[in-house]
């Protein structure tokens, strides 16, 4: 099974920036991050899909935040900008080997799991 390893994460203040980003040890297919915040559900933040054009969104981070994938480099990346203390969260890779357009959203179809790594935002 293909290793995640999340990097990047951090303490920001409101409005910053950081960037995320995803090292896989081997090929993926659609690949995705999530982000849990303390007392709440694990929740969609974006998806991309093997070609890097075909792309999703949640709605809240739409015009903030892009995700990318260095395919040779087996790396995926999430630059978040315009960082709000609602941002703050455990932000989790996923990788799924289904393809669809758009790319899913959907917990249940990502099978492998990053670690996790820690945003925090201050207000």
């Known amino acids: 099974q293909v290793q995640l390893v999340e990097s990047g994460g951090g303490l920001v203040q409101a409005g910053g920036s950081l960037r995320l980003s995803c090292a896989a040890s081997?090929?993926?297919?659609?690949m995705a991050w999530f982000r849990q915040a303390p007392g709440k559900e694990r929740e969609f933040v974006a998806a991309?899909?093997?070609?890097?054009?075909?792309?999703n969104y949640a709605d809240f981070v739409k015009a903030r935040f892009t995700i990318s994938r260095d395919s040779a480099k087996n790396t995926m990346y999430l630059q978040m900008n315009s960082l709000k203390p609602e941002d703050t969260a455990v932000y989790y890779c996923?990788?799924?080997?289904?393809?669809?357009?758009?790319?899913?959203?959907?917990?249940?179809?990502?099978?492998?799991w990053g670690q996790g790594t820690q945003v925090t935002v201050s207000s």
């Open positions: 996923a990788e799924s080997n289904r393809v669809s357009v758009p790319v899913s959203s959907k917990q249940y179809e990502y099978t492998n």
């Open positions: 081997g090929r993926t297919l659609s």
């Open positions: 991309i899909g093997l070609n890097g054009y075909n792309t």
